[in-house]
């Protein structure tokens, strides 16, 4: 039977290895012509091979002279001189080539005349004699304190490139350097993530991998799973607003529904700019009076590069003046006796309401209605009042106005006295009477608005100031010292 035969092979094959060479040959010679002739005289034999003790060799094979592929060396089916066939490696394939099918076929890794970085060493795409294309190392930058660097063609550069540990667009990452990514924040478990030598991407292979991902729980490598987001929402990301997701590996928020956010070039949200957006804004639209508006790293305007400003105390077109910078104007210049000359908020117009005042109020009375007001809570009514200011109101038969000079009119408590009660007392302004023509007064007009009938009666009275409203004299119903019982009598109804 065949298997009496492959049994005897191997009886007589372990039975002579213990011999010299030459014995053993004589006993494989004898071995194989008596397991030929019991198989060439078996009648009806069995062909199952299943009790072939070659199937327990590791490395087996079926078909002799078959070629296969262990990684990148050619494999040959071979008898192993023990009557079995194994896998047996031959040389590796060259470069530029790689194993497949059983033989050693051109494995192009790269286009030919093209470049790129391999950590710090450059390299080029070259050709073997076969007409493979492969990457052959070129210069190492490192040897010359220089990095690789192949965002457009592989070339040695100062202070950036890839594998310098310093993250640099347009990489991924860079050495040691992440970009503040790891294991769990790129969906896996827990482990040591690392950059590729090309620093295009990570390199995940220690990361071990996450299990509970998508249990709408967030477990503790995970940063959100499902629907489950720990209380994050688009604001708390750096978004104005949208809807926040998460990622299918649970390892970082979705954020593609998002609506804008500093730094994406539009201008949105509570935003004054963004990037190189200012929204039509100029350094003059803001107040200066020239320079280059840009826009900062939180997206509000930069200004530092605009130059001249009403409140600088400097004195720039188109302004007339700027804080304590007049010019070599005085109060005198303006007629004043002394004082500080000044300039209005605007930086427009020169300011004299600190100018020393050259006048006096003399006499100054409620001129109409008198003696009283009787009207509805909430209206409104007007009061007149005169003014003698020697010098000034009687230089001519109408009005003579004067930046210093100003006239209110007042509504407070009954039997008060405005230049004590400086909260109980509602005054509004008054402006000269144009219609009023006298030799040696001025007469003023204002609005009064009633106050609840609740407080009723109330008194109003006038007040008139030539410095501008750094002191003032109150009047009553005559031209003398104010007196409370003199006031305007106010009642007012509901």
Same mark, same amino acid.
């Given at each position: %039977? ?36 019991? %198989? ?43 009557? #079995? ?8 394939? =060259? ?10 076929? #051109? ?9 790129? #970085? ?51 667009? =347009? ?128 997206? %509000? ?35 004043? !006796? ?6 209005? =908020?605007?930086?427009? @117009? ?5 100018? @020393? ?45 004067? !930046? ?13 006295? =405005? ?31 009633? !106050? ?43």
């Amino acid at each position: %039977m065949k298997v009496a035969a492959v049994g005897f092979l191997s009886w007589n094959m372990n039975s002579t290895r213990r011999r010299h060479d030459g014995v053993m040959v004589v006993a494989l010679a004898l071995g194989l012509a008596l397991g030929l002739g019991v %198989m060439l005289g078996a009648a009806g034999c069995s062909d199952d091979d299943s009790g072939d003790p070659c199937e327990s060799i590791p490395g087996s094979c079926d078909i002799a002279e078959r070629t296969g592929c262990n990684g990148n060396v050619v494999q040959i089916c071979t008898d192993n001189g023990a009557g #079995c066939l194994v896998w047996v490696d031959t040389d590796p394939c =060259p470069v530029g080539f790689a194993c497949f099918g059983g033989s050693c076929v #051109c494995d192009d890794e790269c286009v030919p005349e093209t470049n790129q #970085c391999n950590g710090n060493t450059i390299q080029h795409c070259d050709e073997t004699i076969e007409g493979c294309l492969f990457w052959q190392n070129g210069q190492d930058c490192a040897d010359t304190d220089l990095s690789c660097d192949d965002t457009e063609d592989a070339t040695c550069v100062e202070g950036a490139g890839c594998g310098n540990d310093i993250l640099e667009p =347009p990489e991924v990452c860079d050495g040691s350097d992440l970009a503040g990514e790891d294991c769990v924040s790129l969906g896996f478990g827990v482990g040591l993530l690392g950059c590729n030598n090309r620093c295009n991407g990570f390199d995940t292979r220690e990361c071990s991998p996450s299990v509970f991902c998508g249990n709408s729980i967030i477990d503790t490598t995970e940063v959100c799973d499902g629907s489950e987001l720990g209380g994050a929402d688009c604001e708390s990301q750096g978004f104005h607003g949208g809807e926040l997701g998460c990622r299918t590996n649970c390892g970082a928020f979705d954020t593609s529904d998002c609506d804008g956010f500093c730094g994406d070039g539009g201008v949105n949200g509570p935003e004054q700019c963004d990037m190189n957006d200012v929204a039509e804004a100029t350094c003059e639209t803001l107040g200066f009076d020239e320079g280059s508006l840009t826009c900062d790293a939180s997206c %509000m305007y930069d200004t530092s590069a605009c130059t001249g400003y009403c409140g600088d105390n400097i004195v720039t077109e188109p302004e007339t003046c700027d804080g304590t910078a007049v010019g070599v104007m005085t109060c005198h210049d303006f007629g004043y !006796p002394g004082g500080t000359l000044g300039c209005t =908020p605007n930086c427009e @117009d020169l300011d004299v309401s600190r100018c @020393d005042s050259p006048w006096t109020v003399g006499a100054c009375w409620i001129s109409a209605p008198v003696p009283s007001i009787t009207a509805a809570q909430n209206t409104t009514a007007t009061v007149w009042g005169q003014v003698w200011i020697s010098g000034l109101t009687d230089v001519q038969t109408g009005p003579d106005p004067d !930046p210093l000079v100003m006239a209110d009119v007042g509504v407070g408590p009954d039997g008060s006295d =405005p230049s004590q009660d400086l909260t109980g007392w509602d005054w509004y302004p008054a402006s000269p009477n144009t219609g009023f023509s006298h030799a040696s007064e001025d007469e003023y007009q204002g609005e009064i608005t009633l !106050p609840s009938a609740t407080g009723s009666p109330y008194d109003y009275a006038y007040r008139f100031s030539v410095n501008a409203g750094q002191t003032w004299t109150y009047c009553d119903r005559t031209d003398d010292t104010y007196t409370p019982s003199d006031a305007g009598h106010l009642d007012v109804t509901q």
